[in-house]
């Protein structure tokens, strides 16, 4: 499964990135928002076994980019960067 990052921008530390319960995509797409990325997700996140997970997590002094890593790392999803836009 992957994930399509285009454009990436700025590493600021967030000091605090907490969820609860909040389905996949949309963790995806809020930390996304967070590292001020544009993202393009994979339409199978739609399907099962995706479509029925939950994020739990509290992250500390981390940039958006390494939060939205170490999710798609959880998943075993991947980033796959473009340099320009579609």
Do not use: C, F, H
Not at 30 to 45: E, F, H, K
């Amino acid at each position: 499964m992957a994930m399509l990052l285009m454009a990436s921008k700025g590493a600021e530390v967030i000091p605090v990135i907490e969820m609860r319960e909040v389905p996949l995509t949309e963790a995806i797409r809020q930390v996304a928002r967070i590292a001020r990325m544009n993202v393009i997700l994979d339409p199978r996140l739609s399907q099962a076994p995706y479509n029925s997970m939950t994020v739990s997590v509290r992250w500390e002094k981390v940039t958006g980019r390494e939060a939205l890593i170490a999710l798609l790392d959880n998943y075993d999803l991947a980033l796959i960067e473009s340099s320009r836009s579609p």
